[in-house]
């Protein structure tokens, strides 16, 4: 039996507290135990008495055994204590203080004992500090293959006891690799090896290179790592520090130096903490540098719960996501993705990406297939492998039908968000299968969703909350009094573009949402002062309200809001009937934190300035386009934003107006003015006239005739060029026929 299986027995009956069942006898070499054939068990060897072996006890155990089974020689590899419950040896006391030894008996202690002062030795060394056993440890190098662990003990005796010899070897070859270590029993003894002369050290004709032992590499990585991660390494000693006088005044602050010199002294978590800053192509790349790296790729893979793949593949740059690649990045996830983005990367995906991802993401709850060519069996096998889904986008899928989403609906019971926008073949009969988690709906364009299909909507999800429903061209005053009066908890609304079977009448029923907080109207032309008046009378808990480009909108509507102290965003863009008074009336409710004035052609300084004064809590105007207002309105929000003792600041968009910055000084910092236009010129009330004054400004010159000789020689496809590009601009400008 080797050595070190001797130690690693004898750790394990130590710790056990069980019998070592063996004795030295006298007159053998050192080391030589004889041990019984029978188990050494607790119950089976009963020798311990008080914790302590005793020789009549012992004496009756092995006589138990006519004769010593086997003889076998240990040494042991590592120095350990002579000491405990369960080895025997001269330095063990008796049960008590009445036993005495038996010089006649057969049994006897072994002769060959170490001294007490040894033992001293050994037990000093097990309670020094790491730095000195560091100390006690030299590194030995250049090491011939031929040298054994025997012969480099010896070696090293010379200058000292060597407690522990060390050759490592390679775990696949089993050869020796060179190097090693060699532990002395004290600091100065591994001092005067590492200070031998090179002849001194010589061996088989190659001379060893001896080096101070550094301490583990693995340990010193884990703690450098643990400072960096939870950010040890920042913290710092604080020192008072004093003036002249002797006064101390304050702390300074005096940061480590300490920190890693190279990435390969980083430890796993180091390195799991930056890739996971790499997109998913870069980190691809990592896998193919080193088993190590690709090792800790393949965990963080692991552990991914979310993709998002924008700005990552891009089919104009010749990288697009194919089915392949996608198959490759979902299988190394494992089933632990839990959002999916491929709604930047949609370019070359088709039915079979969906399948793939049923069958690799069973634990999926977000997925976004905007732009993918997803098919009603595709998204039924969605629908059957992923069952925890709980929010679905499918913008632009024009493949999608009735029978897709009506199975999507029946089998992920858990959905809360869906958006269908853009879908022109669903009518809405498919929601009869929806359940009760479904929150979010999102119907823009949706152009042949039917009455019948809000009429499943109003009765199958009671519990919206938010419902899109612009452009949905077959909306009528009966369906959405059915979706006011079911959908009593919903909070955003919105209904917003053309409806040509909606009327004002049908838009009052919005009045009834008493819990409605976001209510969108943009340019919905039905929209009029009565229909304002009854969202302000019923729905107090109004927030946020668009109302731009509503034609019919007037300062009674502004009147009527002034009311409405929950209103905080209130965008009424591209309204001719909204003058200065309405502005004055609205200001009155002093709780507006943004407004949006683009391309109001009949709003001015005074009412501009009316509003900056009365609304304290204003921190974004945009009133581009509006081309009566001068420096006027600058001037008083720098004057209103001073006053204020928020210290909030306020951003001024004045692009498209008459302000003139260059003659204003803005020197405070709550005041930003931007000169940026936001203002759409086809939503203007006033394009004709616009488009009208814009071609008085830019009038071009006339147009010389050229002369007759250039005329001949010009070939028509040169005309028919300039008039394509003339074309293909969009710009508003005349195009004269060709002289040819």
């Known amino acids: 039996m080797l050595g070190f299986r001797f130690s690693y027995l004898y750790k394990l009956h130590t710790e056990s507290f069980m019998g070592f069942n063996a004795v030295c006898l006298p007159g053998n070499p050192p080391g030589a135990f004889y041990r019984s054939s029978l188990p050494a068990t607790p119950v089976s060897t009963p020798i311990r008495e008080n914790g302590r072996f005793s020789e009549q006890a012992l004496r009756e155990r092995l006589c138990r055994t006519p004769s010593p089974r086997k003889c076998r020689l240990f040494e042991s590899r590592v120095s350990e204590p002579d000491i405990g419950f369960n080895v025997l040896n001269s330095g063990l006391q008796l049960s008590s203080p009445d036993d005495e030894i038996d010089e006649e008996a057969p049994l006897a202690f072994s002769p060959a004992r170490p001294s007490l002062q040894s033992r001293l030795e050994r037990l000093e060394q097990e309670q020094e500090t790491p730095a000195n056993k560091l100390r006690r440890r030299i590194f030995v190098g250049n090491i011939p293959d031929r040298v054994t662990k025997r012969e480099l003990k010896d070696f090293f005796s010379k200058y000292g006891r060597v407690t522990d010899c060390v050759i490592v070897q390679d775990h696949i070859k089993r050869k020796s690799r060179g190097y090693g270590f060699i532990i002395f029993s004290n600091p100065q003894e591994a001092e005067e090896?590492?200070?031998?002369?090179?002849?001194?050290?010589?061996?088989?004709?190659?001379?060893?290179?001896?080096?101070?032992?550094?301490?583990?590499?693995?340990?010193?990585?884990?703690?450098?790592?643990?400072?960096?991660?939870?950010?040890?390494?920042?913290?710092?000693?604080?020192?008072?520090?004093?003036?002249?006088?002797?006064?101390?005044?304050?702390?300074?602050?005096?940061?480590?130096?300490?920190?890693?010199?190279?990435?390969?002294?980083?430890?796993?978590?180091?390195?799991?903490?930056?890739?996971?800053?790499?997109?998913?192509?870069?980190?691809?790349?990592?896998?193919?540098?080193?088993?190590?790296w690709r090792g800790l790729s393949l965990s963080l893979w692991k552990r991914q719960a979310c993709i998002n793949l924008q700005n990552v593949f891009c089919i104009w740059e010749g990288r697009p996501l194919t089915n392949s690649i996608l198959l490759s990045i979902l299988k190394k996830c494992s089933g632990s993705l839990r959002k999916l983005d491929l709604s930047t990367a949609s370019h070359t995906l088709d039915y079979k990406a969906v399948e793939i991802i049923a069958q690799c993401c069973p634990n999926l709850e977000q997925i976004n297939l905007s732009g993918v060519k997803v098919t009603n069996v595709s998204l039924q096998q969605l629908a059957i492998k992923c069952p925890k889904l709980k929010q679905v986008l499918l913008q632009r899928c024009f493949e999608v039908g009735e029978k897709g989403i009506w199975w999507l609906l029946h089998l992920c019971k858990k959905l809360e968000f869906i958006d269908l926008t853009g879908n022109?073949?669903?009518?809405?009969?498919?929601?009869?299968?929806?359940?009760?988690?479904?929150?979010?709906?999102?119907?823009?364009?949706?152009?042949?969703?039917?009455?019948?299909?809000?009429?499943?909507?109003?009765?199958?999800?009671?519990?919206?909350?938010?419902?899109?429903?612009?452009?949905?061209?077959?909306?009528?005053?009966?369906?959405?009094?059915?979706?006011?009066?079911?959908?009593?908890?919903?909070?955003?609304?919105?209904?917003?573009?053309?409806?040509?079977?909606?009327?004002?009448?049908g838009l009052h029923h919005i009045g009834r949402l008493s819990s409605l907080e976001n209510l969108s109207l943009s340019h919905n032309h039905n929209v009029d002062d009565e229909v304002i008046y009854a969202i302000s009378r019923g729905c107090k808990k109004l927030r946020y309200l668009d109302i731009s480009g509503c034609a019919e909108i007037s300062d009674y509507s502004l009147?009527?809001?002034?009311?409405?102290?929950?209103?905080?965003?209130?965008?009424?863009?591209?309204?001719?009937?909204?003058?200065?008074?309405?502005?004055?009336?609205?200001?009155?409710?002093?709780?507006?934190?943004?407004?949006?004035?683009?391309?109001?052609?009949?709003?001015?300084?005074?009412?501009?300035?009316?509003?900056?004064?009365?609304?304290?809590?204003?921190?974004?105007?945009?009133?581009?386009?509006?081309?009566?207002?001068?420096?006027?309105?600058?001037?008083?929000?720098?004057?209103?934003?001073?006053?204020?003792?928020?210290?909030?600041?306020?951003?001024?968009?004045?692009?498209?107006?008459?302000?003139?910055?260059?003659?204003?000084?803005?020197?405070?910092?709550?005041?930003?003015?931007?000169?940026?236009?936001y203002c759409v010129s086809s939503f203007r009330p006033d394009r004709l006239e616009f488009y009208n004054a814009l071609d008085d400004e830019d009038e071009e010159p006339a147009i010389q005739e050229e002369p007759s000789s250039l005329l001949e020689n010009k070939e028509p496809a040169d005309v028919s060029e300039t008039l394509t590009e003339v074309d293909a601009n969009g710009e508003w400008s005349e195009i004269f026929e060709s002289p040819l």
């Open 193 to 292: 090896a590492k200070n031998a002369s090179p002849e001194d050290l010589e061996i088989y004709g190659r001379s060893l290179r001896v080096f101070p032992a550094e301490q583990k590499r693995t340990e010193k990585y884990k703690k450098e790592a643990r400072e960096i991660l939870f950010q040890q390494n920042v913290e710092s000693d604080l020192s008072p520090t004093y003036d002249e006088e002797g006064d101390r005044q304050f702390f300074s602050r005096t940061p480590k130096t300490d920190g890693l010199q190279n990435i390969n002294e980083m430890s796993d978590d180091m390195l799991l903490l930056i890739f996971s800053y790499l997109d998913i192509r870069e980190r691809t790349k990592l896998e193919a540098v080193c088993k190590k």
């Open 424 to 505: 022109t073949r669903i009518t809405g009969q498919c929601f009869h299968m929806a359940g009760s988690c479904l929150s979010t709906c999102v119907l823009n364009k949706c152009s042949r969703f039917s009455p019948i299909g809000f009429t499943k909507l109003a009765t199958r999800c009671r519990n919206l909350t938010t419902l899109y429903l612009n452009d949905c061209f077959l909306l009528s005053d009966r369906a959405l009094e059915l979706l006011c009066q079911s959908l009593k908890n919903l909070k955003t609304l919105y209904v917003g573009g053309l409806f040509p079977d909606l009327t004002s009448s």
């Open 559 to 677: 009147s009527s809001l002034s009311s409405s102290y929950s209103l905080r965003t209130f965008y009424m863009s591209y309204l001719d009937r909204i003058t200065d008074e309405g502005l004055s009336s609205i200001a009155k409710q002093g709780m507006l934190e943004k407004i949006q004035l683009r391309g109001c052609p009949n709003i001015g300084d005074q009412g501009l300035l009316t509003l900056v004064l009365l609304s304290p809590y204003l921190q974004h105007l945009d009133i581009s386009g509006c081309q009566h207002v001068t420096n006027v309105t600058v001037s008083a929000c720098l004057d209103s934003v001073q006053a204020r003792s928020s210290g909030k600041k306020l951003e001024l968009i004045a692009g498209g107006t008459a302000i003139e910055l260059e003659a204003l000084e803005l020197d405070s910092s709550l005041l930003e003015v931007s000169r940026q236009n």
